[in-house]
Every structure is written in C-alpha cells, then in structure tokens.
C-alpha cells in the first residue's frame, strides 16, 4: 500500500538528475573526442598557425582541473555551492593570460606587402 510521501525530496531529484546530466555530458564529449580523427589535436592546436599551441593547453588544463574540483566539493556537500572569489580570479587568470598570449601573437605577425 502506498504511504502518499515521496521517497525523493525535490531538492535530492534536482541534485541527482544534475549529476545524471553531468555524467552523461561527459560521456557524450568522451565519446566525441574518441571518434573524432583529430579529436584532442583540435582542442589543442593554434587554428592560425596549425601548430601545437601552449596557451590552449594551459587553458583547457587549468579549466577542467578547476572545474573538477568545484564539481567534487558541490558533490560532497550535496548541493551547488556558491562560487568565490578565488575560484573566479583563477579562472579569469587563466582566460586572461590565453587572451593576452593571443594578442601578442597576433601583434608580432604583422605583415606589410608592398608592390
């Protein structure tokens, strides 16, 4: 016989259907990158030069690893936590010295053609 209570609280299904989500956006990206003939070349390549770029590495490094910390505590604390300061300034450090690496590279690549 059914009680009427609900044995998952709509906080539980929010926090449990976004680690679903989560799960399987990974999976999917995974998935994506593995079949994908130059998956991880990609991420990692200056489209311009078409050559290794360190400054995509250092971003998508620090920004997963940061990523992956925050997800860890917000799974360990059973819920969204509040994101400070710190984690913002080390995020906007890591976008910002990739877009400052872009602007300098693209400031020493001026060509001037005269006919």
Known sequence: ??????PVTPAEL?????KVFLVLLLIAVIVHLARS???IKRLLMDKRL??????????L???????LGYFADCLEAGYFLELDN?????????NGAYLAGKA?????KIEIKIN
């Open 61 to 67: 490094g620090v920004t997963t690893f940061l990523l």
């Open 1 to 6: 016989m059914h009680s009427g209570t609900c």
């Open 86 to 94: 710190d984690l913002l300034s080390l995020f906007a450090g890591s």
């Open 14 to 18: 929010v926090i449990l259907s976004t």
């Open 104 to 108: 300098f590279a693209g400031s020493r």
């Open 50 to 59: 078409n050559t290794f770029s360190p400054m995509r590495l250092q971003l």
């Open 37 to 39: 003939p130059d998956g």
